[in-house]
């Protein structure tokens, strides 16, 4: 592990840099979904079916992910995932048919579930070793960088092509990740206290039949706030732009004040847990989170729905984090591969959930089912915290 608290913030700062660096590139992708859904004809049905591209890459890739990281490290895998995730980001603008969309979108799935449960997995490590609950700053640094991936796809809506915007995204992100790439795989991975002895033929040894069940539950959670940043993401602009005429630019800053409110939230996260704890956290953030999407997708007015929008951020803020860090610190390595492919599966699977039910009756109804798992994400916790504290 690290040897010294000089080891452990390099690797630290190199580790938020990617999650930043991820955020950043999939905001810059999910902002140009409205002018990418007119470049390929598709409708919202069609366009649901194109985004499952992305979840069937990013679940396959989960599988394998875990496998990889135990094989060459976390480290490597992450540098890897990032490149390939800079570079198949510019592929959607030259598709003309949600066929062509959905096979580009596998690609880009691929990476980005990869990148995501390797890097999760190197967190919840450095967590464990630093004995603070810090994860929520990691996921702040993804916030941050979607909302700046937001606010800066917004203001350039109007003057770049799809095609030269994402290309500027390629360019960029492949130097972020030459820089914090090195100095990632100049550091030692976190060694946890919860690593358990290996077993003669060098497994480790499973966790028992309750901590697994505890580790789904967890993974749950995950999968039902991760659904609504999903649906955000893909959805909100669309919802703001169609449903309530607001212009491109507008449009995009919905997921914006969604990012910037997410990015409030989990900086202050590490204070939060240390104060309430994680039980009264993770019921606190969702109740908060069902009445902002039932503002943000039945609200009359843009500015209404855009500060719904920025207190559903707010209130699934530390949900997420909080949910990938209890797996692991129950189940260890294999605790958060099986949360964070569930949660990530959530983000994933929501977007073409949403084009289905929207499909069958309008986005603004779809977009309620993310107050319901919002809900859902409440009464888990509550279970799941009196679980754990008998434990």
Not at 79 to 90: R, Y
Not at 250 to 269: E, I, K
Not at 343 to 357: C, N, Q, S, V
Request: overall charge positive; hydrophobic content about 50%.
């Amino acid at each position: 592990m690290p040897g010294s608290r000089d080891d452990l913030t390099r690797l630290r700062v190199a580790l938020t840099a990617f999650f930043a660096l991820d955020g950043f590139v999939f905001a810059g992708w999910v902002v140009r979904i409205p002018d990418i859904k007119e470049q390929t004809g598709a409708s919202a049905g069609a366009l649901g079916m194109a985004l499952l591209g992305v979840s069937a890459g990013a679940v396959v890739t989960m599988t394998l992910t875990g496998r990889l990281c135990r094989r060459y490290g976390s480290h490597p895998v992450t540098v890897v995932c990032a490149v390939l995730l800079c570079l198949s980001v510019a592929l959607p603008p030259l598709t003309h048919s949600a066929l062509a969309l959905g096979a580009v979108l596998l690609l880009f799935g691929s990476a980005y579930g990869g990148i995501n449960v390797a890097f999760n997995s190197a967190a919840v490590d450095l967590v464990a070793v630093l004995r603070r609950p810090v994860m929520p700053s990691f996921h702040a640094a993804f916030s941050l960088g979607g909302m700046v991936g937001a606010g800066l796809g917004g203001l350039v809506a109007g003057s770049l092509s799809p095609a030269r915007h994402l290309l500027a995204l390629t360019l960029t992100g492949l130097l972020v990740t030459l820089v914090a790439g090195r100095a990632l795989l100049r550091c030692e991975p976190a060694a946890p206290p919860y690593r358990t002895p290996r077993e003669p033929d060098g497994a480790e040894p499973g966790p028992d039949g309750r901590t697994r069940r505890l580790v789904l539950t967890f993974g749950l959670i995950a999968l039902c706030t991760a659904y609504g940043e999903g649906a955000m993401a893909d959805w909100g602009a669309l919802h703001l732009k169609e449903d309530l005429g607001a212009s491109p630019g507008l449009a995009a800053a919905g997921y914006s004040c969604f990012a910037l409110a997410m990015t409030v939230g989990r900086l202050t996260g590490t204070t939060l847990l240390e104060r309430l704890g994680r039980t009264p956290t993770l019921v606190a953030g969702g109740t908060v989170a069902v009445a902002g999407m039932l503002l943000g997708s039945l609200a009359p007015s843009v500015w209404a729905a855009l500060f719904g929008f920025a207190v559903t951020g707010l209130g699934l803020a530390n949900l997420f984090p909080v949910a990938v860090e209890r797996a692991g610190a129950l189940g260890g390595p294999g605790g958060v591969a099986t949360a964070s492919t569930l949660g990530y599966g959530g983000m994933l699977l929501g977007p073409p959930a949403i084009g289905f039910l929207a499909e069958w009756f309008t986005l603004r109804a779809a977009l309620t089912s993310v107050a319901v798992l919002a809900a859902l994400a409440v009464l888990v916790a509550l279970t799941t915290g009196r679980a754990a504290a008998s434990r």
